[in-house]
Nanobody, 117 residues
Framework: QVQLVESGGGLVQPGGSLRLSCAAS????????MGWYRQAPGKQRELVAR???????NYADSVKGRFTISRDSAKNTVYLQMNSLKPADTAVYYC???????????WGQGTQVTVSS
């Protein structure tokens, strides 16, 4: 099994920045990719960004140019740097690990990000 622990959410003003972290433990060798998803009230959970074990990344169109996903393999940790935040980015952000083809292995507990003045 894979366990994921997230940190770094909070309240930020529009235009501000936050960095989310997600540390993986357990059967980490089964992980092909890790990603960040978000779910706003009344909306479906959506992919924000994903990074594979080979370093390939993909982003939702709504965050391209503002968010950056990265990883520290030595720490089994993935980061999401979020810049130029907008109120529309307000959501619960979830870390995810998959074994390929978006087949989910585990979800984190979620961390709230609120963008408001």
């Amino acid at each position: 099994q894979v366990q994921l622990v997230e940190s770094g959410g909070g309240l930020v003003q529009p235009g501000g920045s936050l960095r989310l972290s997600c540390a993986a433990s357990g059967n980490i060798f089964s992980i092909y990719a890790m990603g960040w998803y978000r779910q706003a009230p009344g909306k479906q959970r959506e992919l924000v960004a994903r990074i594979t074990s080979g370093g390939s990344t993909n982003y939702a169109d709504s965050v391209k140019g503002r968010f950056t996903i990265s990883r520290d393999s030595a720490k089994n940790t993935v980061y999401l740097q979020m810049n130029s935040l907008k109120p529309a980015d307000t959501a619960v952000y979830y870390c995810n690990a998959d074994r390929g083809s978006y087949y989910s292995l585990s979800w984190g507990q979620g961390t709230q990000v609120t963008v408001s003045s």
